[in-house]
């Protein structure tokens, strides 16, 4: 596949999402009707108060849960039709994840947490690939640590590095710069970036912070589980003020 075949269409989507937690009285609708694309090759961000279901919206378009109605892609994969095994298959395969926590395997070096996911696909790394990653990433000289040897900023350049590895559809990265000071911060949003415009990837990122909003193409806002504007092109100041109005509307 060329960089241009990932480019091209949608790499995932939503269409009438809703989710709703609990029964009765203690039900909440974490998403409601909510219909947005990822395009291949573009950076979107996912903004929106505290509960406003940024992290359902991503969970549920990751099928790491489900909707209550509505459908969920990946590429031409609805999810709600696999079954549990081919949504594994799928997840591993078509979806590269980066969480807040790392996430890697402490007992494993970097070089076996970033094909951590093609060894459990049982599928051979393409070599050429996995060294133009390296040197991106910059962990060329920490290949055999261990990730308690490396610092924050290194952990999650590891974890960018492992979730597009296997050339996914679209990377999913919940809060990636929430556990990292701003420098480093912006290393990891600047590689997310460049994986964007050097390898036509798709990221879907949820963040609180207007600054890692600028690194993406556009920013989506959600308020009570429903999307309520979208921002081309933002920057650190366009969506604080976006940020500020949605407030004093609030209050
Ligand atoms: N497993 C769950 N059971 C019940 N309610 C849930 C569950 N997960 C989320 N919710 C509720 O759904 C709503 C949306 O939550 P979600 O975590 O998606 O919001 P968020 O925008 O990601 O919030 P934050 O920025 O604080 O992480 C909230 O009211 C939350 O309390």
């Given at each position: 596949m060329t960089t241009l075949d990932v480019v091209r269409g949608t790499a995932a989507r939503v269409a009438d999402a809703v989710k709703i937690y609990g029964v009765g009285g203690t039900e909440v609708r974490a998403l409601d009707h909510v219909t947005v694309e990822f395009p291949a090759g573009r950076f979107t961000a996912i903004m929106g108060p505290s509960g406003s279901g940024k992290s359902t919206l991503m969970h549920c378009a990751a099928g790491l849960d489900t909707l209550t109605a509505?459908?969920?892609?990946?590429?031409?994969?609805?999810?709600?039709?696999?079954?549990?095994?081919?949504?594994?298959?799928?997840?591993?395969e078509r979806i590269g994840f980066v969480f807040q926590a790392f996430n890697l395997v402490p007992t494993l070096t970097v070089r076996e947490n970033i094909t951590l996911p093609l060894d459990l696909a049982g599928a051979a790394p393409d070599q050429a690939w996995l060294e133009s990653l390296i040197e991106v990433v910059g962990l060329g000289d920490r290949l055999q640590h261990r990730p308690s040897e490396l610092s924050g900023g290194q952990q999650q350049r590891v974890a960018v590095a492992r979730a597009l590895a296997g050339r996914p559809q679209v990377v999913f990265a919940d809060e990636p710069t929430g556990n990292l000071d701003s420098r480093t911060g912006t290393e990891v949003l600047g590689l997310l970036r460049r994986a964007v415009d050097e390898m036509g990837q798709a990221v879907v990122m949820v963040t609180h912070d207007p600054t890692a909003a600028g690194f993406a193409d556009e920013a989506l806002f959600l308020a009570d589980g429903r999307l309520v504007d979208r921002m081309e092109r933002p920057t650190a100041a366009s969506v604080l003020d976006r940020m500020k109005a949605f407030e004093r509307r609030r209050s």
């Open positions: 509505g459908s969920a892609w990946i590429g031409d994969a609805e999810l709600g039709s696999l079954n549990d095994r081919r949504l594994t298959l799928l997840r591993r």
